[in-house]
């Protein structure tokens, strides 16, 4: 699959669902949001971003926890470069479009907080009870 046939909307509509009812404190209809998103991750591939052929951590508070930068289409992902580059953490990056569950080690390490849907905006952290 070619960087361009990636397109995730629907994705993005759960995550705006998800900060509406946050926002509301609905949390039975987040709990049904985040089944849906589950559902979403387990039959779609995201664009991940690499170095070496491993999945790229960003430091994400203390205590060596860190977060994996996805995006949902060709768009984030330049955006998310440009993003990395403006900090000088683009050296080295490739993307590989897989399924979030491609790196199985990773829900494994307790310092993993999930991934980060789209950088440039910080929109959503994929918990890790969802993969």
Request: charged fraction near 25%.
């Amino acid at each position: 699959m070619k960087l361009e046939e990636i397109s995730n909307p629907e994705f993005k509509n759960y995550i705006n669902l998800a900060y509406m009812q946050g926002e509301n404190n609905n949390h039975e209809a987040i709990l049904k949001i985040e089944s849906d998103m589950q559902e979403y991750i387990q039959n779609h591939e995201f664009i991940i971003s690499v170095e070496d052929n491993s999945p790229v951590k960003i430091p994400y508070g203390n205590d060596g926890e860190y977060v994996v930068p996805v995006f949902t289409d060709k768009r984030e992902y330049t955006l998310g470069m440009q993003y990395f580059s403006l900090n000088v953490m683009d050296e080295n990056k490739e993307c590989i479009i897989e399924k979030l569950d491609y790196f199985k080690k990773l829900k494994q390490d307790p310092n993993f907080l999930g991934y980060l849907v789209n950088i440039s905006s910080v929109s959503y952290i994929i918990n890790t009870d969802l993969i």
